[in-house]
């Protein structure tokens, strides 16, 4: 197997329209969290990235449901994203937002 330098590890963004639940959790981000950890342990370079999805029109739908704009939804969810992982213990090396600046800079 080869062995490398350095390890970038990601896991599916959350849509920000809705909270977290337990499937999420342990399907998406607990198994990234534990191999981050691991890679840890053995002495790797490792960092351990993902962020909030704040795109698309179910965070419209959403909005117009609850008579808020779009962005009121996306920082709504993003916040709680975030508190959510940090009480569960999974912990993102750069946890950012699909509308961020530094996001349209890097992904280009």
């Known amino acids: 197997m080869r062995e490398f330098s350095r390890y970038i590890v990601t896991s599916a963004l959350p849509y920000a329209n809705g909270p977290l639940h337990i499937g999420h959790l342990a399907?998406?981000?607990l198994s990234g969290d534990v191999?981050?950890?691991?890679?840890?342990l053995m002495?790797?370079?490792?960092?351990f990235v993902c962020g909030s999805d704040e795109h698309g029109a179910a965070i419209t739908m959403k909005a117009i449901k609850e008579g808020q704009t779009p962005q009121a939804i996306v920082d709504k969810y993003h916040t709680l994203?975030?508190?959510?992982?940090?009480?569960?213990?999974?912990s993102f090396d750069i946890y950012h937002r699909t509308s961020s600046l530094l996001h349209h800079q890097t992904s280009q």
């Not at 191999?35 to 840890?40: D, G, N, W």
């Open 27 to 29: 399907g998406a981000y």
């Open 35 to 40: 191999y981050v950890r691991f890679l840890r």
């Open 81 to 90: 994203f975030k508190d959510t992982f940090e009480k569960t213990g999974i």
């Open 43 to 47: 002495g790797k370079d490792v960092v």
